[in-house]
Structures are given as structure tokens and as C-alpha cells.
């Protein structure tokens, strides 16, 4: 039944937004090869916080005193007009195959960079977090990117999917809010809820979407680590700037 009805959709919504890469219109897909290549993955290192140039994104010694979070990863240049048509088809055109796209610029750059085996992340050790939406919210979307894009790297790595955080305020968008704004904004909009028994020494990967200050995914952090976390970590597809 469940499949049946997914079905539906994906014929409802090609009707209305036909599958066509886009990059440059070729049919049959939401990004071809050609126009793939030419979304940069992100070869600088920094901090996500400050931008300090920073080895394999790690959060400087001044921003871990307002952060737990150990390291941020950033995929691609969120200024590369094919990326954000993506992400936008994705967060309000609400097609989700586009996760499958984005999900796969993520799994390029982990590999090209190859970060989770210089720090020894892997699916006996580690699990990955997808930053949840309200209630409100995700009843309205239909589903959450973030844990589309979770899904789709769990599957490539075998690592576990552990929905261990609840929102619980349905905060405003934080998109056209100053930094102290969606500092002020999200806090305490996270509460954790522990779906299943997890070691409190595995590594966390907390996914997101977008990121801009950081803010979401250090409020997400802290109660990570009220909770006994001790490895925790950033993944997003890109940053927008301040």
C-alpha cells in the first residue's frame, strides 16, 4: 500500500514538475553527470564558526568553548546556482528524489576527502543524527531532508540512523535572522529522546541541510552532550553566508 501510494506521487508530481536535470533540462533526472561536475565539492578547510582555515574542519580551540561539536563538514559552495536549485526542489518544491542528488554531492566529498577513515568513523563505532523538524512542520512537508539525506549516506557506509533528538518548539525559519537572532531562536528548541539503547561512546554525525552560523546543529550538540556524548560532529551539504 505505502508503495503503491509512492507511486502515485511520483507520477503526480511529474506531472506538475516534469524530471529534468536542473542544470541544463536534459530529461529523466533532477541532476545529469555533466552538470554535476560542475558543482565544486569543497576542497577548503575551516572552522564553521569563525572560517579559520582549520584541518579537516575542525572547530578551533576559541569556538569549542562555546561548542562540543569536534568538527563541521561542508560538502559544496552553497553559491553555485545548480546546488541551490537542488535544494530548493528539495526543501520547498518538495520533491524528495532530489535528497538522492545531494546525498550523493555529500558521499563524493567524504570520499574525495576522505574523512571518515582518517577518523576512523565507521558503522561499529558511529551514528548518524539527522536534525529533526517539529511536528507542524514536518506534517506539512512530508518529510524530513535531513533524514533523507541520513538515509541515503547510511546506506552507503552501513552506519546506523538514530533519531535521538525531538523538536520541541516550532522555531521560525532562520533564514532571515541576524546571527544573535538564530542563537536566541533556536535555543532550547531540542529535547533528547532515546529510540533505542546507543553506546554513549559511539561518534554522533549530526546531519543537516543548509547551515549558516551553525547555530542549529551546536543547540542539537549541547544536549547531545548533556546526554553523555562525548564525539560529536557536523555534516551539511553546504553554508550560506552570514
Same mark, same amino acid.
Given at each position: 500500500? @505505502?508503495?503503491?501510494?509512492?507511486?502515485?506521487?511520483?507520477?503526480?508530481?511529474?506531472?506538475?514538475?516534469?524530471?529534468?536535470?536542473?542544470?541544463?533540462?536534459?530529461?529523466?533526472?533532477?541532476? /545529469?553527470?555533466? /552538470?554535476?561536475?560542475?558543482?565544486?565539492?569543497?576542497?577548503?578547510?575551516?572552522?564553521?564558526? /569563525?572560517?579559520?582555515?582549520?584541518?579537516?574542519?575542525?572547530?578551533?580551540?576559541?569556538?569549542?568553548?562555546?561548542? +562540543?561539536?569536534?568538527? &563541521?563538514? @561542508?560538502?559544496?559552495?552553497?553559491?553555485? *546556482? =545548480? #546546488?541551490? !536549485?537542488?535544494?530548493?526542489?528539495?526543501?520547498?518544491?518538495?520533491?524528495?528524489? !532530489?535528497? %538522492? !542528488?545531494?546525498?550523493?554531492? &555529500?558521499?563524493?566529498?567524504?570520499?574525495?576527502?576522505?574523512?571518515?577513515?582518517?577518523?576512523?568513523?565507521?558503522?561499529?563505532?558511529?551514528?548518524? @543524527? +539527522? @536534525? +529533526?523538524?517539529?511536528?507542524?512542520?514536518?506534517?506539512?512537508?512530508?518529510?524530513? %531532508?535531513?533524514?533523507?539525506?541520513?538515509?541515503?549516506?547510511?546506506?552507503?557506509?552501513? =552506519? *546506523?540512523?538514530? $533519531? #535521538?533528538?525531538?523538536?520541541?518548539?516550532?522555531?521560525? !525559519? %532562520?533564514?532571515?535572522?541576524?546571527?544573535?537572532?538564530? %542563537?536566541?531562536?533556536?535555543?532550547?528548541?531540542?529535547?533528547? $529522546?532515546?529510540?533505542?539503547?546507543?553506546?554513549?561512546?559511539?561518534?554522533?554525525?549530526?546531519?543537516?541541510?543548509? &547551515?549558516?552560523?551553525?547555530?542549529?546543529?551546536?543547540? /542539537?550538540?549541547?544536549?547531545?552532550?548533556?546526554?553523555?556524548?562525548?564525539?560529536?560532529?557536523?555534516?551539511? &551539504?553546504?553554508?550560506?553566508?552570514?
Amino acid at each position: 500500500m @505505502v508503495n503503491n501510494l509512492s507511486s502515485v506521487k511520483d507520477f503526480l508530481l511529474n506531472l506538475i514538475f516534469p524530471k529534468e536535470c536542473l542544470g541544463c533540462g536534459q530529461e529523466g533526472r533532477y541532476l /545529469c553527470q555533466l /552538470c554535476q561536475s560542475k558543482i565544486l565539492l569543497n576542497q577548503k578547510n575551516y572552522c564553521a564558526f /569563525c572560517h579559520k582555515e582549520s584541518s579537516l574542519s575542525k572547530i578551533c580551540q576559541l569556538c569549542q568553548k562555546e561548542s +562540543p561539536l569536534l568538527n &563541521i563538514w @561542508v560538502a559544496a559552495d552553497y553559491n553555485n *546556482e =545548480i #546546488l541551490q !536549485s537542488l535544494i530548493h526542489n528539495l526543501k520547498y518544491k518538495y520533491i524528495e528524489e !532530489s535528497s %538522492q !542528488s545531494l546525498a550523493g554531492l &555529500i558521499i563524493s566529498y567524504l570520499e574525495k576527502n576522505k574523512i571518515f577513515s582518517l577518523l576512523a568513523i565507521n558503522r561499529s563505532n558511529a551514528v548518524m @543524527v +539527522p @536534525v +529533526p523538524l517539529h511536528k507542524k512542520r514536518y506534517l506539512e512537508r512530508g518529510f524530513n %531532508q535531513s533524514f533523507l539525506l541520513a538515509k541515503e549516506i547510511s546506506d552507503f557506509y552501513k =552506519i *546506523e540512523i538514530g $533519531q #535521538l533528538l525531538r523538536r520541541r518548539v516550532n522555531t521560525i !525559519s %532562520q533564514v532571515n535572522l541576524k546571527r544573535n537572532e538564530r %542563537q536566541a531562536n533556536i535555543q532550547n528548541a531540542f529535547v533528547f $529522546q532515546e529510540d533505542k539503547l546507543i553506546d554513549k561512546n559511539k561518534k554522533i554525525i549530526l546531519i543537516d541541510d543548509v &547551515i549558516t552560523t551553525g547555530s542549529t546543529l551546536n543547540e /542539537c550538540a549541547k544536549v547531545l552532550a548533556k546526554s553523555g556524548f562525548k564525539e560529536i560532529y557536523g555534516l551539511a &551539504i553546504a553554508q550560506r553566508d552570514d
